[in-house]
């Protein structure tokens, strides 16, 4: 089942033609980027963005059928004239005046209206007129349907509540027409302060020379001229300039065409939300950045695991694991005797004050420091300097981020890694099947050459003294004590060579287990406490950027 598109949705495709259009997909852009953003760049440079955004969405849910003109000009340029001429209206002969306030007025053409479009503006309902409501439309009305026309307060009105008024109603234009005075067509206050300042959107801007009748019309061309070649200057190329006299209606017939031919490509409104959506991201940019990234490589992960490994001291670890394991198992596979002997010597485990039969964590306690200043230190650096190579090619802001990221996180890694590495069990404690059987036959062996040599010695001390002892048994031709002493002396010292080998397998074997289960708990460690926040930061630098990249087409 199909989900019906919102409203919206269906203003945007109303005003710009079937498909979720490129103009909608960098409004929501703008909005990802302003949201990512928060709390990484400064609120008083995304506020306005998100401003833009809420005010564009407004607008396209209200009405995607109108497009909104704006008249602009200073005192005496014959704007409200040329508004009366437009509209076909003496305004003040339907009961409505210019205000003495800062409000605008607004005429709307079409049989919907625009009461709400313009309600949502702030114009109150005194100051609006709909040519609906006149009964003598003419066929140019037809043409002008969906047309809001409003007539902004003078620019260099001595009221502060004018200008302010103004500088508001031109965020809601969707074109802007500066009416200019043939005398102070050049009048730096109006170029300063409003047509410089909009030169990014030169699409969406239409000059008319109003008055052109008191110019005399070989003149008219070079004044025009003038115009333009000022714009040229001011950054505003290509802009359409017209003469027009509202009072004789000398052009008004060229800028109802130039308006009607906007209303129908719907162009105005679209490419003034566009370069309001550039204008916002190019400004964010300039802060935030858009550049791509390397972000955390593998072989960054590999090293950061690496220094916090040598950190709790892991290769010592493994080092004492296999040790252990040698110490061990030779007690239970060696030659009694050797046994013996060994237990002479110097038990290098049990100097560093570890249990030969202890667990992973009494060893982890002897061959690694205590958590101090050298070990953390060490975990810091780890962390500092993948946290730097993650914020490789952002911005400060971002970069800042990042960093502090890795500050809250580096002061629990220490304290984590040493509770994983205590919590492992390596089962140094359990003795395998085949140590046991292999003690077991060692002290056979042993059992037989003491055998063996005891009936032998019994048998010469006979013969020296003279007792009678019966003779031995014979098996194989050889007597029974020199079979079990060889046997046993051979047997054993035999079965301990093949142990000893066996043993060092095993003792490797345990030791790589040891290393590889370590690994994988650093890895575990540095993968929530350290890559995982910075990850989360990059992860939204990429949802920034994304939008931020639609946003500026």
């Given at each position: 089942m199909s989900e019906r598109p919102g409203p919206v949705a269906r203003a945007t495709s109303a005003l710009f033609g079937g498909e979720r259009n490129d103009v909608a997909a960098r409004l929501d852009g703008l909005g990802e980027a302003v949201e990512a953003a928060r709390g990484r760049l400064d609120d008083t440079l995304l506020d306005p963005a998100a401003a833009l955004a809420e005010r564009a969405s407004e607008r396209l849910r209200l009405s995607g059928e109108h497009t909104i003109v704006a008249l602009a000009g200073a005192t005496g340029s014959g704007k409200s004239s040329l508004f009366n001429c437009l509209t076909d209206l003496e305004l003040a002969g339907v009961g409505v005046r210019r205000p003495t306030t800062s409000w605008a007025l607004a005429c709307s053409w079409g049989p919907d209206g625009a009461q709400e479009l313009l309600e949502w503006m702030g114009i109150p309902a005194r100051h609006q007129v709909s040519r609906m409501s006149m009964l003598d439309r003419s066929s140019a009305d037809t043409k002008l349907d969906g047309l809001v026309l409003l007539d902004l307060p003078d620019h260099d009105s001595t009221e502060v509540s004018h200008h302010l008024e103004m500088d508001r109603l031109v965020q809601y234009a969707d074109l802007l027409i500066w009416v200019l005075d043939p005398q102070k067509y050049a009048d730096a206050a109006i170029h300063d302060r409003y047509i410089r300042p909009m030169a990014a959107y030169r699409d969406v801007t239409l000059v008319v020379l109003n008055q052109i009748d008191r110019i005399h019309f070989s003149e008219r061309e070079r004044a025009l001229g003038d115009v333009r070649a000022i714009l040229d200057r001011e950054g505003l190329p290509g802009v359409p300039v017209l003469g027009v006299s509202a009072h004789r209606g000398d052009g008004v017939d060229d800028l109802k065409r130039e308006l009607a031919r906007r209303i129908r490509a719907k162009a105005s409104a679209k490419e003034r939300l566009a370069q309001d959506i550039a204008a916002s991201a190019a400004g964010i940019v300039t802060v935030g950045g858009r550049s791509d990234i390397p972000g955390i490589t593998d072989i960054d992960r590999q090293a950061l695991d690496l220094a916090l490994l040598d950190s709790v001291g892991a290769p010592q670890l493994v080092e004492a694991v296999e040790a252990s394991t040698l110490r061990t198992a030779r007690r239970h596979t060696g030659w009694p005797p050797l046994r013996w002997v060994g237990r002479l010597r110097k038990d290098p485990l049990r100097e560093l004050g570890i249990d030969p039969d202890g667990s992973i964590a009494s060893l982890s306690r002897a061959v690694r420091p205590s958590v101090g200043h050298v070990q953390r230190a060490q975990a810091e650096s780890a962390v500092r300097e993948i946290s730097e190579k993650a914020a490789v090619g952002l911005e400060r802001p971002w970069r800042d981020a990042v960093r502090e990221a890795s500050v809250s996180t580096s002061a629990d890694v220490v304290r984590e890694l040493d509770e994983t590495v205590d919590r492992i069990d390596l089962g140094l404690s359990r003795t395998p099947f085949w140590w046991r059987a292999v003690d077991v036959l060692q002290?056979?062996?042993?059992?037989?050459?003491?055998?063996?040599?005891?009936?032998?010695?019994?048998?010469?001390?006979?013969?020296?003294?003279?007792?009678?002892?019966?003779?031995?048994?014979?098996?194989?031709?050889?007597?029974?004590?020199?079979?079990?002493?060889?046997?046993?002396?051979?047997?054993?010292?035999?079965?301990?060579?093949?142990?000893?080998?066996?043993?060092?397998?095993?003792?490797?074997?345990?030791?790589?287990?040891?290393?590889?289960?370590?690994?994988?708990?650093?890895?575990e460690v540095s993968e929530q406490k350290v890559v995982a926040p910075l990850q989360a930061e990059l992860d939204r630098y990429e949802r920034y950027r994304s939008g931020i990249l639609r946003a500026l087409g």
């Open positions: 002290w056979l062996a042993f059992a037989a050459l003491v055998v063996g040599v005891g009936w032998g010695a019994v048998e010469l001390l006979s013969g020296l003294v003279g007792w009678e002892v019966g003779d031995a048994p014979v098996v194989a031709g050889t007597s029974l004590p020199l079979l079990l002493l060889l046997g046993g002396l051979v047997g054993g010292v035999l079965l301990a060579a093949l142990s000893r080998a066996a043993v060092r397998t095993s003792a490797r074997r345990r030791a790589q287990q040891a290393d590889a289960t370590l690994r994988r708990a650093v890895a």
